[in-house]
Each structure stands twice: as C-alpha cells, then as structure tokens.
C-alpha cells in the first residue's frame, strides 16, 4: 500500500491569498513530483525533484513553487492565489530509474478552489 | 518525442461486456509501460504494469493488457465490466532510464445496466 500523503484534501480559499500544499512519503523515495489535473483532463507535470535541494520546472508552466528540504517532504506553494489556480493538484513518488519498482505512487489529491 | 495516446475520451459499455481501452506509445527506448485508475475526487491507483517481462500483464480488478511492440500499443482490456469499473482510466509511459511519467490524456469508463 501507498505512504504518499496530501493535506488538505479540500481547500477553498479568496484570491490573493499564500497557501502551501502538503505532500509526504513514507516509502523513503528519493523521486517526487507534482501533477496538475483540471477536472475530466489529463495530468500535466508542474514540478519534480530528484532528491533533498533538488527541484525543477515541470512540463506545464505554473506559479506555484516548491521545496526538497527533506526527503519525505515535498510541499508546494503559491503565494498569490488566483481563480486561475482552481485545479486539483496530485503528489506522486517514485524510485529511481534502473530499480524493479518503476511505478509511481500517488496521494488522494488536494483540490483547491479559489474565490 | 516520448509520448502517449488514448484513443476515445469516453468508452460507455454495458454490464457484463468486454471493456477495451486503447493506449498507443512512442519512445525511443524500451519503455516501461503502465496503467492507472481514478475515481472521482482520488488520487491515481496502479491497475497494472509491464517492466520488459511477459507481455501479457495481469492487473488487480481482473484487468489485463497486452504489450504490442510491433503496434506500439497497451490496450487495457477486462473480459467482463462491472458497475464498479467506472472510472477515469491513464495510460502512461515511462522511457527506460528516465524518472518521469508521461500520461494520456485519459479514457472515461462508463459502465450502464
């Protein structure tokens, strides 16, 4: 079973406001990544790091920015948020390349809505 | 360019019927493939994987898919749909040697009596 955590699950929060969404894993990985999902679409990849002090730009441009401090920890955060921010976002880990286990684990998702 | 294609955004069956989902790849190294099920408000749960061993692969749920190195395709099939199968289903691929997963764009299950 999956140790990837997302809090909150649920967020409603007015425009202009700072949050920081939470992500934790158990399974000591050094790979996480965060996904952006609007409803009904597809997973577009806005960061990934590849272990502590290791971040970088995703696929999809985003605002949000986020953090490796620690190795279980992989929180993101948007200083200013914005209706346009209004997404479901999904935390995810995985080993590293070359290991048997190549798939990736997900969290439940947190999705925002901004007012 | 790796990428992933999930032809039919939308796949309605009935109970009880083959479920068919396609899936077709590009990568310029053997890749692993695999398949992911949401339901509503979830997170992405697993079905199934192939990592270069039998190309049939069985998943949990009685799902299945067939890795097709000629056609470039891993189609996800269940013999026999039940209600409880609907759901948001992704393809995704992850080139040997690189730590990303690149997802289709996902395939609606609807599943009706």
């Not at chain 2, 609907?86 to 609807?110: M, Q, S």
Request: contains cysteine; proline residues 5%.
């Amino acid at each position: 079973e999956a140790d990837i955590y997302q809090t909150p699950r649920y967020l409603v929060i007015g425009t202009g406001k700072k949050i920081t969404l939470e992500c934790s894993q158990t399974m000591g990985h050094d790979k996480m990544y965060w996904y952006q999902q609007d409803p009904g679409m597809e997973l577009h990849l806005i960061h990934y790091s590849y272990g502590v002090n290791s971040t970088e730009k995703g696929d999809l441009s985003s605002e949000s920015t986020v953090s490796r401090i620690r190795t279980e920890h992989f929180p993101l955060t948007l200083e200013s948020a914005r209706p346009s921010h209004t997404s479901q976002y999904l935390c995810a880990s995985s080993e590293p390349a070359g290991t048997s286990n190549t798939e990736a684990f997900f969290g439940q998702g947190t999705r925002l809505t901004v007012v | 360019a790796q990428s992933v294609t999930q032809l039919g955004s939308h796949v309605s069956v009935s109970e009880g019927a083959l479920v068919l989902l396609r899936c077709n790849y590009s990568s310029s190294v053997p890749p692993y493939l695999f398949w992911y099920v949401q339901y509503p408000n979830q997170g992405l749960q697993l079905l199934l994987k192939y990592t270069s061993a039998a190309t049939l692969v069985k998943g949990i749920n009685g799902f299945e898919a067939e890795f097709k190195k000629s056609e470039t395709s891993f189609h996800l099939t269940k013999p026999s749909a039940h209600m409880s199968d609907a759901a948001e289903y992704f393809c995704a691929v992850r080139p040997g040697g690189y730590n990303k997963l690149i997802f289709g764009a996902g395939t609606r299950l609807a599943v009706h009596p």
